[in-house]
């Protein structure tokens, strides 16, 4: 499985960014892979950011609730990450990832990995 993450960049803090998840590769159809957004700030461990389901169920860290959302569109093969109100701490490189079996904030849980994308968020 083959990952790209894109739709980084720069804002000033309170706005708004939409990160892309494109993919190919699969053994099946995507739809019944989980995937997850992770995120790793200079010197940080990588840390989930949410993850969703085949079945589009999708779970959250306590610091992103209410601010980012997740969905996919199994269709065009592309999995997004909608993130308001973010803040300088949201700072961070994004990187999606797939795994054939539950939705998991758990790094160690992936094995797909895609190269991430830059997220800075600074007035």
């Known amino acids: 499985v083959q990952l790209q993450a894109s739709g980084g960049g720069l804002v000033q803090p309170g706005g708004s960014l939409r990160l892309s998840c494109t993919g190919s590769?699969?053994?099946?159809?995507?739809?019944?892979?989980?995937f997850g957004w992770f995120r790793q700030a200079p010197g940080e461990e990588r840390e989930g950011v949410a993850c969703?389901?085949?079945?589009?169920?999708?779970d959250y860290v306590e610091s992103v609730k209410g601010r980012f959302t997740i969905s996919r569109d199994n269709a065009k093969r592309i999995v997004y990450l909608q993130m308001n109100s973010l803040q300088p701490e949201d700072t961070a490189i994004y990187y999606c990832?797939?795994?054939?079996?539950?939705?998991?904030?758990?790094?160690?849980?992936?094995?797909?990995w895609g190269q991430g994308t830059q997220v800075t968020v600074s007035s």
């Open positions: 990832a797939a795994r054939g079996r539950a939705c998991s904030t758990v790094a160690n849980d992936y094995v797909h």
């Open positions: 590769g699969y053994s099946s159809s995507q739809a019944f892979y989980s």
């Open positions: 969703i389901s085949s079945s589009k169920r999708a």
